[in-house]
């Protein structure tokens, strides 16, 4: 059974006109994801959605300014990327970076030997990998390419998908998975993710804008994101309130209490 909880989150990002202040992105998140939960988190565009899933998986641009993030109470903060990685917390990001030379396969077994702590023996290795391709329909073809180099959006995110099954974290945070995506890469897209939560009852923190991937990933727990923080929380029908108006009433709210 494994927390990971994140206190009165502040965080901010250096401003790109180096004379100016830096910009205040999250104002105060608060969320406990636990084992086997899905929690979905819903905003607009700019609310600093993906800022957090940097902020907990630690990427340099990012600062924590105050609040806490710990996983099974260890100071998630305080860790490197690396170590965040070892822990069991594993970032699927919105714009996944392309690196060219590295292909799909070397790339894939360097992250589950660092993640693991032993590389993994090269048959089972070979059989695992080629299972979890065959399993999100990807051709074995893309084994021998550069991680995610000329990929299309849809590969790119079964990509991260296939990642989530071999690297097999704690926690996984999916940033807005589903964009991009058409209906039958959404359906093979989100039966990974179940897999991936049946096999390793893992908490999943399913970010993102639309409710169309809440079809096929049924969350428990629905956040509504606005202006850096957490506005409302409910149950798979708040999803369905979001669907059928938008997000207006929570963006006014926020705005008048601002
Ligand atoms: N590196 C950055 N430099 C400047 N502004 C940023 C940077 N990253 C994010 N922001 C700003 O912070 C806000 C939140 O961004 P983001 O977290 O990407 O939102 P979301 O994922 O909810 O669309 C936006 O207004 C965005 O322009
Ligand atoms: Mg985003």
Redesign the pocket.
């Known amino acids: 059974m494994t927390t990971l909880e994140i206190k009165d989150l502040h965080a901010e990002?250096?401003?790109?006109d180096e004379s100016g202040e830096p910009?205040k992105?999250l104002n105060g998140v608060n969320l406990t994801i636990r084992s086997g939960e899905t929690h979905a988190i819903m905003?607009?565009?700019?609310?600093?959605?993906?800022?957090?899933?940097?902020a907990i998986a630690g990427h340099p641009?990012?600062t924590v300014t105050s609040g806490s993030i710990t996983l099974d109470g260890e100071d998630v903060l305080a860790m490197s990327v690396d170590e965040r990685a070892r822990a069991g917390l594993f970032l699927a990001m919105?714009y996944p970076v392309e690196v060219p030379g590295v292909s799909m396969s070397n790339f894939l077994r360097t992250a589950v030997t660092a993640v693991r702590g032993e590389a993994p023996k090269l048959r089972h290795w070979v059989k695992e990998v080629k299972e979890s391709m065959s399993e999100l329909e990807i051709d074995p073809a893309f084994a021998d390419r550069s991680v995610n180099e000329g990929f299309s959006g849809g590969e790119k995110k079964r990509h991260e998908i296939l990642q989530l099954g071999l690297l097999a974290p704690k926690i996984a945070i999916l940033?807005?998975t589903d964009s991009g995506l058409d209906v039958d890469a959404l359906r093979i897209v989100s039966e990974g993710v179940n897999r991936y939560k049946e096999r390793e009852n893992g908490g999943v923190l399913l970010?993102t804008?639309y409710t169309r991937i809440l079809r096929y990933i049924q969350p428990e727990f629905v956040h509504v994101?606005v202006g850096?923080r957490i506005v409302a929380e409910g149950g798979a029908e708040l999803a369905e309130e979001l669907d059928a108006n938008g997000y207006v009433r929570f963006t006014q709210t926020a705005t008048a209490g601002a």
């Open positions: 990002v250096a401003n790109p910009i992105i905003g607009p565009n700019g609310s600093g959605k993906s800022t957090l899933s940097y641009k990012y919105q940033d807005e970010i804008h994101f850096g």
